[in-house]
Every structure is written in C-alpha cells, then in structure tokens.
C-alpha cells in the first residue's frame, strides 16, 4: 500500500460516490490510491471500487458505536502518510470530520465547492463571509479533512472492468470506547432530496398563509418540480421540515431552474442556489436583491401574477 493514499467515508452511498470523484483526482495526482471505508453491513462497500475506490477497508467493530468511535476506527485505519480524508457533509458526517481534524491535529477543509490540484497540492474553494466571497485554500496539513455535498463532484461513470481488493479491519481502538448506543430513533421527516433535484419552486415569507402553499403545490405538479422555502418559512411558520430550506445553513443546489416567489434574495440564501442554471424570480419590490441574481425577473404581486401564471401554463401543457 503506497503512502499519500486518499479516504472517502459516508454513510450515504450516492455521496460517497462522487466523493470517490474528488478523490480519484487527488491519488492521480500524487500517484497514489483511493480507499474507502465501510461500516460493517454496508452493502453497497465492495460496489465502490467500480465506481474509482481502489481498496475497501471495512470496519468491523463499529456496529452499535457512537461517532467518537467511528474517529478511532478511521484513524486505525489509515495508512502511511494519508493525503487527505473525504466526509460527506451530512448530518453524520459534519461532526466526524470536525472531531477527526481535532484528534489528528490536522486542517478541516468544510463544505468545499470544488477541489483541484496545484503542483501536488490540494486546493479547494470555499464560500466565505456568509456566501458573499469564494475563496480559494491551498491545503498544507495532510492528511487533510474535506466535507463536502451531494453534486460538488459528479458522478463517476460505473467501470465494471476495475478491481480491487476488499480488506476487514477487525481490531481498532475504537473497542475501548466507553459507551454504545442503545439504538436510533428514525426522525419523522419528509425524505425529499433536494440536492438533486431539477426544478424546485422556492417559497420566502412574501407567502402570507399556509393555505397559499396550494397553488404552489399545484404548479409543482404541473412542472415536476420540488417545493423548498426559505429559512424562515421553515424554522419560523414551521411550514415545511428544515430538509426543504434552502442557503448558507440549509441545504445547497443545483437544479436547471430555481423559480423563487416571494424572498428577498439575501445572501445567506442565494448562497445556496449559485450553481442553479436558470434563476426566475418574483417579487413586488422593484429593488429586491433577489433580482441582481436572477435570469428573469417578475415585478409583481405574488397573489395576481401566480394565479394567472397557473392559469397560463394549463393552457400550454
Ligand atoms: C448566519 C445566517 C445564516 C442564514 N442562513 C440562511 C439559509 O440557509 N437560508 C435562508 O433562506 N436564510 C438564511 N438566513 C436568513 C436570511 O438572512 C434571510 O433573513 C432570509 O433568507 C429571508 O427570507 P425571505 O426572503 O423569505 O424573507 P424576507 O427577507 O422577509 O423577504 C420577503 C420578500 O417577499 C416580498 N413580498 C412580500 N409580499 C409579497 C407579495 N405579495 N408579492 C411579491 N413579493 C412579496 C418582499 O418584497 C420581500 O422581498 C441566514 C441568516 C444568518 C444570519
């Protein structure tokens, strides 16, 4: 096993795909190879070397373990001089990638929106100042620890003919941590992914009763789109679950049209949709920020120009 490998870890299959994506760049690099880690059960693991993984290391001894053991178990599991460490940015993953730069004393690159290689360095870019700024890092600490979202890298094609080998790591240090887990209580939650999504109709708090979202339902329908909102629509009128708001602290996309009705625009929420294709925007405030990032705007009422919109489109489709 060369030194300078690269390791992907996340729960999420799909995810942990297109990080293999991000990671395969960096090993090409650096002339080295692609691990994935597994939790024991995983059954999508040994899939993964046909999709760039080189090695699956699967760990055994995480069934019932709380995060904290899943960093020791990782760290066991690297091998010499790792280059960097690939998390996929869930609700799992933010905290373990936290918790591994910490115990390896090593730099934690966050949310990354792209990742390339500059004379054998990592470099990534990130969002800066509440999404006002990209910036562009160069990675010095190794192994550095990278998360990163659905879509930042694409989908690797599935490459049948690649093999690889399949190792189980059975002993780790993560036997000795002190506590389990009694179990997991499933979250009662809608399962909607809007991070693939193509179309998504957004909802701000121009909306004014939830009675309203009807006609917005309606349209979604009609187009094959998905419903998110704002932040406020979800933490304040409680209207849809915090997996459908959209920004800078929920979730980011890249659907080929965001139809955004009745926000604002601030930044903290544009910073999630700047990879969208088509930006189409309403807003009966002339000057609302909303506009300067939008392909078409709609100065207008909401309550007149949707109605009439609705009824327009039946007509077409
Ligand atoms: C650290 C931090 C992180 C944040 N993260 C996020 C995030 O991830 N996502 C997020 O969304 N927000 C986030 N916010 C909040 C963000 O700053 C905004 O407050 C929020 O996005 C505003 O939501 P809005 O556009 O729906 O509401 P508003 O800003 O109140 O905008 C409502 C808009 O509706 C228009 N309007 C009203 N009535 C009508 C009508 N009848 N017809 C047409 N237009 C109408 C108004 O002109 C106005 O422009 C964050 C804030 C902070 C400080």
Same mark, same amino acid.
Request: glycine letters at 4%; proline letters at 3%; a neutral charge.
């Given at each position: 096993m060369s030194a300078n490998n690269v390791y992907v870890? /996340?729960?999420?299959? =799909?995810? $942990?795909? +297109?990080l293999l994506n991000g990671a395969r760049t960096i090993a090409d690099a650096v002339g080295s190879s *692609? *691990?994935? !880690? $597994?939790? &024991?059960g995983d059954e999508s693991a040994e899939g993964m070397i046909k999709y760039g993984a080189d090695t699956v290391k699967v760990l055994d001894v995480l069934a019932g373990k709380p995060l904290e053991a899943y960093v020791h178990a990782i760290i066991d599991a690297l091998d010499e001089n790792p280059k960097a460490i690939l998390i996929g940015a869930t609700a799992h993953g933010k905290p373990l990638a936290g918790l591994l730069s910490a115990t390896l004393s090593t730099g934690c690159s966050a949310e990354i929106r792209g990742l390339s290689m500059v004379e054998g360095e990592i470099q990534v870019t990130r969002m800066k100042y509440g999404g006002a700024a !990209? /910036?562009? &890092?160069i990675c010095t600490t190794a192994p550095h620890v990278i998360t990163a979202t659905r879509m930042v890298f694409e989908m690797p094609a599935e490459d049948a003919s690649r093999? @690889? +080998? *399949?190792?189980?790591?059975?002993? /780790? /240090?993560? +036997? $000795?941590?002190t506590y389990q887990l009694d179990g997991f209580e499933e979250k009662s939650s809608d399962s909607v992914d809007l991070t693939t999504a %193509? %179309? #998504? #109709?957004?909802?701000g708090r121009g909306v004014k009763a939830e009675k309203d979202l009807e006609m917005f339902r309606e349209l979604a329908e009609m187009i094959g789109a998905e419903l998110g909102c704002t932040a406020p629509v979800a933490k304040d009128n409680g209207w849809f679950g915090v997996e459908r708001y959209i920004g800078l602290s929920g979730?980011? *996309?890249?659907?080929q049209l965001y139809f955004i009705v009745g926000s604002s625009g601030q930044i903290q929420h544009m910073a999630g949709v700047s990879g969208s294709k088509i930006v189409l925007s309403v807003n009966h405030d002339p000057v609302a920020p909303v506009f300067n990032q939008s392909d078409y705007s709609v100065v207008a009422n909401l309550y &007149?120009?949707?109605? =009439?919109? #609705?009824? +327009? !489109? %039946? @007509?077409?489709?």
């Open positions: 870890f /996340s729960e999420n299959a =799909a995810l $942990a795909r +297109e *692609v *691990v994935f !880690l $597994a939790i &024991d !990209l /910036s562009t &890092d093999t @690889g +080998e *399949v190792l189980r790591v059975q002993k /780790s /240090s993560a +036997e $000795a941590c %193509k %179309k #998504i #109709i957004c909802i979730k980011t *996309v890249k659907p &007149d120009f949707m109605p =009439a919109f #609705i009824a +327009e !489109l %039946k @007509g077409i489709l």
